[in-house]
């Protein structure tokens, strides 16, 4: 079966994104064949189309969401996926665990191999996750990013009832101001420097941050090496703060603020990427609150774009006029593949 992907290609020291025309092997005996109706594209995307990438040529995007149109054990054919875009080792001490976003050999769709920027792509069967009646393929294509947040929120022991901070009002910031208040946060602050995005932002319920905010629970989603700091300042005795952005640089914390981590009893968690296991699957929560119609990303998907205007696709997102939080590739249901 022939199918279009869209390459990143290296010609010198330009990478460009490359229409190819594509036969697909048969799918090996732990995968299945998924048709890419929806493709979100990742900051994370960007860096990769800038020579950021593991090697070239690569197809990226490891935010999708599908339909299965082959598998030859029957169990998945034409159920509708969203797919965990890491392939664990299934050997390591964290993989026996299940706690694959720490596998020490990992592979992963869309960037150590290609992923959802094509109209087809062979999936590890493992790596599937039915969507619920409903939800269409763009909302499960925002899994990924959903899952992120949801981890990094449920590091905090809770947010019921209490003071939320976010930095950040990207993708996941957003998604975190929405999670906080589903699961009851007395009042949800972002800190935003970009003024659109904040008022996007106050339009998902959240208030700016102003300096006289203290609160129970941070969450940093932003990346600047200067929020640490902030956020200390921000943070309430007993406090909560779960680090998830990637630092631009280096993280400076003066002695009068690392004394409020002792004096206030703060705790500090880490949080990298999300859970995919039988005993806590984010992606499975996610796509329940969906399901129910409690977490309506929509309203953060600003940029639809055919597979082929992946380029122009990249371009919205990295120009600075354009307001865009969301781009995703949309491959209609016509499309040649399902033939
Ligand atoms: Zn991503
Ligand atoms: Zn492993």
């Given at each position: 079966m022939n199918y279009t992907a869209m390459s990143l290609v290296k010609r010198g020291d330009k990478i460009e994104f490359t229409k190819e025309i594509r036969t697909l092997a048969p799918p090996d005996d732990d995968e299945v064949t998924v048709a890419v109706r929806a493709c979100g594209v990742c900051g994370s995307d960007i860096a990769r189309w800038r020579g950021?990438?593991?090697?070239?040529?690569l197809v990226i995007g490891h935010e999708f969401a599908g339909e299965v149109i082959d598998d030859p054990a029957g169990e998945w054919t034409r159920k509708r996926v969203a797919v965990f875009p890491i392939i664990p080792c299934q050997k390591c001490p964290q993989c026996q665990r299940e706690m694959y976003a720490m596998c020490e050999h990992y592979d992963y769709y869309g960037s150590r191999r290609d992923g959802g920027?094509?109209?087809l792509l062979n999936v590890k069967r493992a790596n599937l996750i039915e969507i619920p009646v409903g939800v269409s393929f763009e909302a499960a294509a925002m899994c990924e990013p959903c899952a992120v947040a949801l981890c990094a929120l449920e590091k905090a022991q809770t947010v019921e009832n209490k003071t939320v901070v976010i930095y950040g009002a990207g993708t996941i910031g957003l998604i975190l101001v929405k999670l906080a208040l589903i699961r009851g946060a007395a009042a949800v602050y972002v800190f935003e420097p970009d003024a659109r995005k904040l008022e996007f932002a106050k339009t998902f319920g959240a208030a700016q941050l102003t300096a006289d905010v203290h609160a129970d629970v941070i969450i940093d989603?932003?990346?600047?090496?200067?929020a640490l700091v902030d956020m200390l300042l921000h943070a309430k005795p007993s406090a909560e703060l779960v680090l998830m952005g990637n630092p631009a640089s280096d993280v400076q914390l003066p002695r009068a603020v690392y004394w409020k981590i002792l004096r206030g009893e703060l705790t500090l968690r880490g949080t990298w990427n999300s859970r995919f296991a039988a005993h806590a699957n984010d992606w499975q929560e996610v796509l329940s609150l969906m399901g129910e119609g409690?977490?309506?990303?929509?309203?953060?998907?600003?940029h639809r774009f055919a597979l082929t205007e992946a380029e122009t696709a990249l371009r919205t997102m990295t120009d600075r006029d354009a307001f865009s939080v969301k781009v995703m590739l949309v491959n209609r249901e016509e499309s040649k593949c399902i033939l």
């Open positions: 950021e990438a593991y090697h070239y040529p920027f094509a109209e989603a932003c990346g600047r090496p200067e409690t977490l309506d990303i929509s309203p953060l998907i600003t």
